[in-house]
């Protein structure tokens, strides 16, 4: 979230950026599956 924070208050987030951060999220969930399961 820092991140896009960052991003947002620079006028620099991209799409790209976006979907950096997006697999950032997508690999932090995937992680959560075997310590919550």
Not at 11 to 25: E, N, S, W
Request: hydrophobic content about 60%; overall charge positive.
């Amino acid at each position: 979230i820092g991140y896009l924070l960052a991003s947002m208050r620079a006028h620099q987030l991209t799409p790209a950026r976006l979907t950096v951060a997006a697999g950032f999220y997508a690999v932090f969930a995937i992680g959560l599956v075997p310590i919550l399961a």
